[in-house]
């Protein structure tokens, strides 16, 4: 693999204008090649030189006298850099170029300087950036590791009050001496506490509370009651586990981002190595070793406090969380990415074509069997395409969802982070379509199976009969078994995570909303009808001796109550969810959204009293309401979710920043968005198609819905991941376990009564 496309691959991709822009100075390069071909033409003189030097004497591999070597330390004279002092103190670099302003490609080399020069500066201040950014972290994170050696030792009763302390954790560099380290922002030195030092290990209990991680009904009854949102210390082992797993999860997290900004440093510096030998191949110029000495002693090649910090945490981690185990240790500060088995490939292949296979055994069977047009079957098969329609919504948005995380990695949105996946548990595409091709051979299996059984409904095959009406429950059954198998079969951790954000969503507001939250919910308005098929097996399968279809369920009050309430039960979940953001962050983004969804849940109720009473006036408030509801949906869309329609943008009414090269793809995303929004007004208008029933067509109508929800999935989620790369946003924030409060004004008095001693 060249050096471009593997540097391409190892960026951070919200870090992505942060790299040295290699692409470019080597579009510089080209130019000096260019401007260094000899104009003159091809003579037939010349050619004839040519064709004789080939007839030369070969002398490649013999060494030239001392006298006719090339000059190594020319270099010197070519090119001359010069350090000077910028903003905020930083060092920055100029080089100037040692060659008279005729020679040829002068000028172009004089912009390739000028560039690198830019490249350098702007590298290593923002590694500067990062670098003070995880000090500081470092700096929160001795003092957790203060407190929580307090408490342990509070626990174990062996608090050894006013005697040396080993687990004083000031700066973490006492790492190899024995004592727990703690991370150290003095440029990397260890240093140890003085013996004449001895402050009290338990005194740091005074000064700290547990910060409250419970995030559900209770800390939202608590927030109401105006209670504290962290607890005093219990000095319980409970207390001591739930502090200990959350230190866990804050060092695995800081680990993480050591060796991202550690991998970013080693990756510029290659990259500066590789475009000057570039460069002296491109011109025969001797500057590689001058300029990359320059390199080697900016801060960028000088600083080593990241690798230092790294080798501290991961003893610190070691020892204290797993009693100096290194091996187990390891592992959670490192963990395996998961591996594209070919397994999972093949099964993927094998269902897609079973499920295609199957797809056109039923069509052929319905038109050689003629079963629409026999007798009490076409009634029978319109319940059961109802029942069956609940797994052709899943399967398709699961489809629509592996072609999302295809994208998404093509184009390089960190889906991952954004979702706040696990590092290594995160499905890809083709586990998910994995899945999806696995459930549409099970359902389509059945589907045939039931077709075979009730074709002859006569009475010696009542018994087959009655069976085939079961076989739809029973797949429903085992697709409600596997999404709770407790067993670590079918990808678990990702099934759980589901499970998760679903109770979260069905809680809101009392848990608080996290993007995976709200993008669930949103995926939940495209599967309204999913969710009353849903109602619907609950009606057909409990009443004695089988309702005969949904006609019949209507006649039942409490189906046509919760027919309403379950249309609007995932609009009202995400209306909810504004409002707590409403109130937790304050932003009017989030109460203008909540109108949104307020505005979906009106036009629903009143379509669905339509569908069931019709009705001039309920035809007319259904058409404004949907139509209001489609109009500020649809600009909410484009403009906020997908962060389109700029009227100042460079590119015309799009974004600044676009992943897609081809620009058309969001135009036509966009009056694609719109047309499918608009067909919500077909349940109003009622728009009919001859020779499809009005089931087939509400089914067609949903699955448009689900494809318009996917293709949203994808902009809505590059949107978001531009904004992380515009604020360089590639770290998780975890909640520290201990809140200090009160130590500085006690620490001062300490120090005003050690004064007057």
């Given at each position: 693999?060249?050096?471009?496309?593997?540097?391409?691959?190892?960026?951070?991709?919200?870090?992505?204008?942060?790299?040295?822009?290699?692409?470019?100075?080597?579009?510089?390069?080209?130019?000096?090649?260019?401007?260094?071909?000899?104009?003159?033409?091809?003579?037939?003189?010349?050619?004839?030189?040519?064709?004789?030097?080939?007839?030369?004497?070969?002398?490649?591999?013999?060494?030239?006298?001392?006298?006719?070597?090339?000059k190594g330390d020319v270099e010197d004279q070519v090119i001359k850099v010069s350090p000077f002092v910028g903003d905020s103190n930083r060092t920055f670099y100029r080089t100037?170029?040692?060659?008279?302003?005729?020679?040829?490609?002068?000028?172009?080399?004089?912009k390739f300087f000028r560039k690198l020069d830019e490249e350098l500066n702007k590298v290593s201040s923002f590694y500067r950036d990062k670098v003070e950014e995880v000090l500081k972290e470092a700096a929160e994170l001795n003092k957790q590791m203060n407190a929580f050696i307090a408490l342990k030792i509070k626990v174990q009763n062996q608090g050894i009050k006013g005697s040396k302390s080993e687990f004083e954790m000031e700066p973490l560099r006492a790492a190899r001496q024995g004592a727990a380290p703690a991370i150290n922002s003095e440029n990397g030195r260890e240093i140890t506490n003085p013996a004449s030092d001895k402050p009290d290990v338990?005194?740091?209990?005074?000064?700290?509370?547990?910060?409250?991680?419970?995030?559900?009904?209770?800390?939202?009854?608590?927030?109401?009651?105006?209670?504290?949102?962290?607890?005093?210390?219990?000095?319980?082992?409970?207390?001591?586990?739930?502090?200990?797993?959350?230190?866990?999860?804050?060092?695995?997290?800081?680990?993480?981002?050591?060796?991202?900004?550690?991998?970013?440093?080693?990756m510029n510096l290659f990259a500066f190595s590789k475009i000057m030998k570039k460069y002296e191949k491109t011109t025969s110029r001797y500057a590689a070793r001058s300029y990359m000495k320059i390199v080697d002693k900016s801060y960028l090649g000088n600083c080593d406090e990241v690798t230092k910090l790294m080798e501290n945490v991961e003893h610190l981690f070691v020892k204290h969380f797993y009693n100096a185990n290194r091996r187990e240790g390891m592992k959670p500060l490192r963990p395996r990415k998961r591996r594209e088995m070919h397994r999972v490939t093949f099964f993927s292949g094998f269902f897609c074509g079973c499920s295609i296979a199957l797809v056109i055994a039923i069509i052929l069977m319905v038109r050689a069997r003629k079963i629409m047009s026999k007798g009490p079957v076409p009634s029978y098969m319109e319940n059961m395409?109802?029942?069956?329609?609940?797994?052709?919504?899943?399967?398709?948005?699961?489809?629509?969802?592996?072609?999302?995380?295809?994208?998404?990695?093509?184009y390089r949105v960190n889906y991952a982070f954004i979702f706040n996946f696990k590092q290594g548990t995160e499905l890809g595409f083709r586990e998910v379509f994995l899945l999806s091709s696995g459930l549409a051979v099970l359902a389509l299996a059945s589907f045939l199976a039931?077709?075979?059984?009730?074709?002859?409904?006569?009475?010696?095959?009542?018994?087959?009969?009655?069976?085939?009406?079961?076989?739809?429950?029973?797949?429903?059954?085992?697709?409600?078994?596997?999404?709770?198998?407790?067993?670590?079969?079918?990808?678990?951790?990702?099934?759980?995570?589901?499970?998760?954000?679903?109770?979260?969503?069905?809680?809101?507001?009392?848990?608080?909303v996290t993007l995976q939250d709200f993008f669930l919910a949103d995926q939940l308005t495209s599967q309204v009808q999913a969710i009353r098929s849903i109602e619907f097996y609950i009606c057909y399968y409990s009443r004695p001796g089988f309702p005969q279809g949904q006609s019949k369920c209507h006649d039942y009050g409490v189906y046509n109550a919760f027919y309403y309430v379950l249309a609007i039960i995932p609009y009202w979940i995400r209306f909810l969810q504004c409002l707590r953001r409403l109130v937790q962050e304050g932003d009017r983004m989030h109460g203008y959204n909540a109108v949104k969804y307020l505005m979906a849940v009106i036009a629903v109720v009143i379509r669905t009293v339509y569908e069931l009473k019709k009705g001039t006036p309920w035809m007319v408030m259904a058409l404004v309401s949907s139509a209001?509801?489609?109009?500020?949906?649809?600009?909410?869309?484009?403009?906020?979710?997908?962060?389109?329609?700029?009227?100042?943008?460079?590119?015309?009414?799009?974004?600044?920043?676009?992943?897609?090269?081809?620009?058309?793809?969001?135009?036509?995303?966009?009056?694609?968005?719109?047309?499918l929004r608009a067909t919500w007004l077909q349940y109003v208008l009622e728009f009919r198609v001859n020779g499809l029933r009005k089931t087939a067509f509400s089914t067609t109508i949903s699955c448009l819905e689900i494809i318009r929800r996917g293709m949203w999935n994808f902009f809505r989620l590059e949107n978001e991941h531009l904004n992380n790369v515009g604020k360089f946003r590639a770290f998780r924030s975890v909640p520290l376990?201990?809140?200090?409060?009160?130590?500085?004004?006690?620490?001062?008095?300490?120090?005003?009564?050690e004064k007057d001693d």
């Open positions: 693999m060249k050096f471009g496309k593997d540097f391409k691959r190892q960026m951070v991709p919200e870090w992505v204008e942060a790299y040295m822009d290699y692409n470019g100075l080597k579009r510089i390069l080209r130019e000096i090649r260019l401007s260094r071909v000899p104009k003159m033409p091809q003579t037939p003189l010349r050619s004839i030189q040519n064709k004789l030097s080939m007839y030369s004497p070969f002398r490649g591999l013999d060494v030239e006298p001392k006298g006719q070597q090339s100037k170029l040692l060659l008279e302003a005729e020679e040829i490609g002068g000028e172009v080399e004089v338990l005194k740091v209990l005074n000064h700290v509370t547990i910060n409250n991680k419970a995030e559900g009904p209770l800390s939202a009854f608590r927030g109401i009651m105006k209670e504290s949102k962290d607890k005093e210390l219990s000095f319980s082992k409970e207390e001591l586990k739930e502090v200990q797993e959350r230190l866990k999860v804050v060092f695995t997290e800081f680990y993480q981002k050591l060796k991202l900004v550690k991998n970013y440093s080693f395409f109802g029942l069956y329609s609940l797994f052709l919504y899943i399967v398709l948005h699961m489809l629509m969802y592996a072609t999302d995380i295809y994208l998404w990695k093509r039931n077709i075979n059984l009730i074709i002859d409904m006569t009475t010696q095959a009542r018994d087959s009969a009655s069976f085939a009406k079961i076989i739809p429950l029973l797949v429903a059954l085992v697709f409600l078994c596997i999404a709770f198998c407790p067993f670590n079969i079918i990808f678990r951790s990702s099934r759980f995570v589901l499970l998760k954000c679903v109770f979260r969503s069905i809680c809101a507001p009392l848990y608080e209001m509801a489609v109009a500020y949906n649809t600009y909410w869309d484009l403009v906020v979710d997908w962060g389109l329609l700029r009227r100042n943008s460079k590119n015309f009414y799009l974004r600044d920043r676009l992943l897609v090269s081809h620009k058309s793809v969001y135009y036509i995303a966009m009056v694609i968005n719109v047309l376990p201990f809140n200090y409060h009160g130590q500085d004004d006690d620490d001062d008095d300490d120090d005003e009564e």
